[in-house]
């Protein structure tokens, strides 16, 4: 993708991140791969324009960004959120009471699954999938409840010159049914729970596979097991051979972060280029995170002009 420098424009990012006056603020690499860690921004508090900039263009660069010791209630988190676009309603999870902009997700002792254990990029069935979310730590465990990220970018540029032809024109069928509905049986297994009723009604949209990122014009991989249920057009055999050979590789550790959680971190995440994982491996203790989505726009693919 070219820019009016001539050059690329991901590179034109990288470049401002680097000029960007970062007084008093760090960042720092998580992995090789993916997620940077940011140091020295409050996000309790009124945000620079310089620091909101530093914030954007390092997720833009890395993926997903994480933050430690931060103290934020329910408006000061939907205000980071703001930085990044409008608040996405989740249309299957039950809100925080009469707040619809709010997930809280619970993992209580005994609960036999979680939300979120299987790698996935958020709520891929919708026309316009979030961009990203807002991932505040409130209760965190001694041990496990890791979260684990995976680059899309990598994943698609590990992928053989011959593969990337085939799946640069495919489209995929994305739909809710596995996490919600009156098939799901989720309820019964863990504390956060989605919609079950009767009236509930699956959603499906197509999206390509091959998604364009439409701030760095970079190829990543956009699937994920739990939305992703057949390739556009091919017979059943295909479609399934495909998607498992994908959904395997663009996970590969090569291409990962793992991020501990602690009281007060955040997380943020570009769900357009990452996929995520939670590790259900909590054991006997409470686990309680809050959750704000950060409404997005159709995804495009390399076949179609951004």
């Not at 660069?61 to 990044?84: M, P, T, W």
Request: with cysteine; charged share 20%.
């Amino acid at each position: 993708m070219g820019s009016l420098s001539g050059l690329p424009l991901f590179v034109l990012l990288v470049q401002k991140l680097n000029s960007i006056s970062t007084k008093n603020i760090s960042i720092q690499k998580v992995s090789g791969a993916v997620g940077a860690l940011i140091e020295g921004i409050d996000l309790s508090k009124k945000l620079s324009d310089s620091q909101i900039d530093t914030m954007q263009q390092t997720l833009f660069s890395h993926g997903v960004i994480f933050f430690r010791n931060q103290k934020l209630d329910i408006q000061e988190q939907k205000k980071v959120a703001r930085y990044f676009g409008n608040i996405f309603i989740h249309p299957n999870f039950q809100g925080s009471g009469d707040d619809p902009e709010v997930v809280m997700v619970k993992r209580n002792p005994g609960d036999a699954a979680i939300v979120g254990e299987d790698w996935h990029s958020d709520t891929a069935m919708m026309a316009e999938p979030p961009m990203g979310a807002v991932l505040y730590g409130i209760d965190i465990p001694p041990v496990g409840g890791d979260t684990l990220f995976a680059s899309q970018y990598m994943a698609y540029n590990a992928l053989s010159e011959s593969m990337k032809k085939i799946v640069d024109s495919l489209m995929a069928v994305n739909s809710d049914r596995n996490v919600a509905g009156p098939n799901s049986g989720l309820n019964n297994k863990r504390s956060t729970k989605v919609r079950e009723d009767s009236l509930w009604r699956e959603t499906t949209h197509i999206h390509p596979v091959v998604r364009v990122h439409p701030k760095t014009g970079r190829k990543a991989l956009f699937i994920s097991r739990p939305y992703t249920i057949a390739i556009d057009g091919m017979y059943e055999t295909e479609s399934k051979a495909l998607l498992e050979f994908l959904f395997n590789h663009c996970v590969r550790p090569e291409f990962t972060c793992r991020f501990q959680w602690e009281q007060g971190s955040v997380a943020i995440w570009d769900n357009r280029c990452v996929v995520h994982l939670a590790i259900n491996d909590t054991g006997p203790y409470h686990r309680l995170m809050r959750r704000i989505q950060i409404s997005g726009d159709r995804p495009l693919g390399c076949l179609t002009s951004i």
